[in-house]
């Protein structure tokens, strides 16, 4: 059982070691990638652990679970899947974009670090399969560990604080993964510029991640689902980068992000109303 829970952990350091030595272009890089994904990672799996027996979310780390199966308690299926699943996805996909990149055209070039990570995307986006339906889908695992990570730095301050921080820096995670496959679209010029491809992929893309994000929490949210947190990370979401892309074009797509993670986190504090000001 030990094994099981930490196997998916050794995977994932593996997996961000192989993704950040491909996108490195130098020792120096190289080196700074290793011991700020280690630091991140550790962080996760470590501090959370601190509050085992205290509080669901100690849940969030699989160390936790190591600490309760030492002490003699049993650990059922969904918390397990709740600390793990996580991990499994995030390993997965990150070998699968550092493959797509394993190239002379990116290997064997200076490329800036977002331009490798865009190539990864638009190689994805090109195949037969690919579409920003799927890319929506594939990022919810990354966008669900940077909201636990959240919750486990939030936790101490008081509320209503905590949640609305919570609730801007999740709009900006989830707003950056469901218009990266559509800013790199009309980057690499896959598709033209216009309203209706705008609208298309708008579409797609909050429905992928919609459906995602539903089957994550159906899954795996049930240790935190009664928290204040919980419900944050389970709320209805707004896509407006791609029209805001479609006026002012990717030069302004940080102007973009910004306005939309403003208007999704006003959409979301009205929802909150009553838990933040009641």
């Not at 991990?87 to 331009?115: C, H, M, N, W």
């Not at 990570?149 to 936790?155: E, K």
């Not at 990717?250 to 102007?255: D, E, G």
Request: hydrophobic share 60%; aromatic share 14%; with cysteine.
């Amino acid at each position: 059982a030990v094994i099981a829970t930490i196997f998916p952990v050794v995977l994932l350091f593996f997996a961000l070691s192989f993704f950040g030595a491909i996108l490195s272009r130098s020792f120096k890089e190289l080196t700074f990638a290793s011991v700020f994904l280690s630091v991140v990672i550790s962080g996760y799996l470590f501090f959370p652990a601190m509050f085992a027996n205290i509080h669901a979310i100690s849940s969030i780390s699989p160390i936790t679970l190591i600490v309760r199966m030492i002490e003699g308690e049993s650990v059922a299926i969904g918390t397990y899947m709740f600390s793990t699943l996580p991990f499994y996805f995030v390993a997965l996909s990150a070998f699968a974009f550092g493959t797509f990149i394993f190239r002379e055209e990116d290997l064997f070039t200076q490329k800036p670090v977002t331009e490798k990570i865009i190539d990864c995307f638009e190689i994805f986006l090109s195949h037969r399969y690919g579409s920003v339906f799927l890319l929506s889908i594939i990022f919810i695992p990354f966008v669900y560990m940077t909201q636990l990570m959240l919750i486990v730095m939030l936790f101490n301050l008081p509320a209503p604080y905590s949640v609305v921080a919570m609730i801007v820096l999740s709009a900006m995670a989830e707003e950056l993964v469901k218009s990266v496959g559509i800013y790199t679209i009309f980057k690499r010029k896959l598709a033209g510029l216009s309203l209706k491809n705008a609208l298309r992929l708008a579409v797609l893309s909050g429905t992928g991640f919609f459906v995602g994000e539903k089957a994550v929490a159906v899954l795996t949210l049930a240790p935190i689902a009664s928290s204040a947190f919980g419900s944050v990370m389970t709320m209805g979401t707004l896509l407006l980068i791609p029209l805001v892309m479609w006026r002012l074009g990717t030069r302004r797509y940080l102007i973009a992000v910004l306005l939309a993670t403003l208007l999704h986190s006003a959409y979301n504090m009205f929802i909150l109303r009553g838990l933040l000001f009641g």
